[in-house]
């Protein structure tokens, strides 16, 4: 087994890294405060091949593998999870689903400007009804000649007010149950397609959700993405992947907590010497630390099974499941480090605290995760 990183790696890992430092620390505060989806930045890293970096360059993709992408991932959340949210959706949920079960067609109009920053991609699965009871899907779609009609509603749609384009998914066939979903590419500009009001969140309050409503919404038949009925499988597939981008994400949160935990640790005294002196403090940053490394073995060890082996579902949820109750517990440890200073806007870690937390609830809640990781298990 080799920890070692690859050269290309470590240059994606630092590439990540300097542009978030450097574009979008400087605006992470005040977009988090009047919840300004980040345009400009979305646009840049789409130039810089982060918003498609597991897509062939084929199609407009960066190529890279999923390691890149986990570390990719981290460092951008590191800074704004936000951020991190909006790249994971149109990589992994979006870009991902089209490339694996799109034709040349479909991938020419529509992958290539999602994986090349141009145009952005939204996931449509949950429902009012169907949130981790995702089989229930209400949303319908029937034929009408050469087009399918879609009717129904859509909820928790991240990028669901700047998309350009959906993955949705519709029941074509109710009597077959989730056997009976569709996938469909849907367009935005799409007759009877309603974006809600934009949701006004806790966290991640710079990446922009909002419910989508189909009201008679005309799609056309050839924009099926695989075949009719295959829609569960696709989303659940899909999924999977989305589950490593969001582990990653929540890495990226607990790693940001417990640097801003030591760095605080160093410059507060009490008691006439700095604080990180105290055993109190050092037995919560020990743990924050192993928090940390954890995360990231078990991110990573879901990347590589990804990349090498294909079946990687349960070390999908592991990693999300893990990632993000160690992004939740070293917010709140990092906010007890700074005291009263975590508390407020000054310092960054109550916003770690507000971002962690939809970590456990998107993309499968943990009780989600423990189901697929027990169904694993018992197989
Ligand atoms: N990978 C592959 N296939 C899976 C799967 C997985 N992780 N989980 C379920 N399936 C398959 C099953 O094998 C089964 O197919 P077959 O009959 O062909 O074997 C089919 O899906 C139905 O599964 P079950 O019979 O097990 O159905 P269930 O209702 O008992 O459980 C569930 C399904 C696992 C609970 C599923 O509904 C689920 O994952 N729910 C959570 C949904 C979710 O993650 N939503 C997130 C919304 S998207 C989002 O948050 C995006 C965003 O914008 C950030």
New binding site residues.
Partial sequence: MNFEFTEDQLAIRDAAKDFAENEIAPSAVARDIKAEFPEEIVKKMGELGFMGMMVSPDWGGAGMDTVCYVLAMEEISKVDAAVG?IMS?NNS?VCYGIEKWGTDEQKEKYLRPLASGQKLG??C??EPEA?????NQKTIAEKDGDFYILNGMKN???NGVKADYYLVQAMTDKAKG?KGVTTFIVEGTSEGFERGLKEDKLGIRSSDTCSIGFNNCRVPKENVLGEVGLG??IA??T??G?RIGIAAQALGIASASFEAAVKYSKERKAFDEPICNLQAIQFKLADMAVNVETARLLCLQAALKKDNHGKF?REAAQAKLYASRVAVQNALEAIQVHGGYGYVREYLVERYLRDAKITEI???TSE?QK??IAREVLR
Avoid: R
């Avoid at 949130?131 to 089989?135: E, I, L, M, V, Y």
């Fill in positions: 949210v959706v949920l939204a996931f699965l949950s949130g981790s009871d995702a089989t928790w749609i991240t989730y569960f499988k659940m597939e999924l999977n989305g579902a998107y993309e499968g989600i189901i697929v």
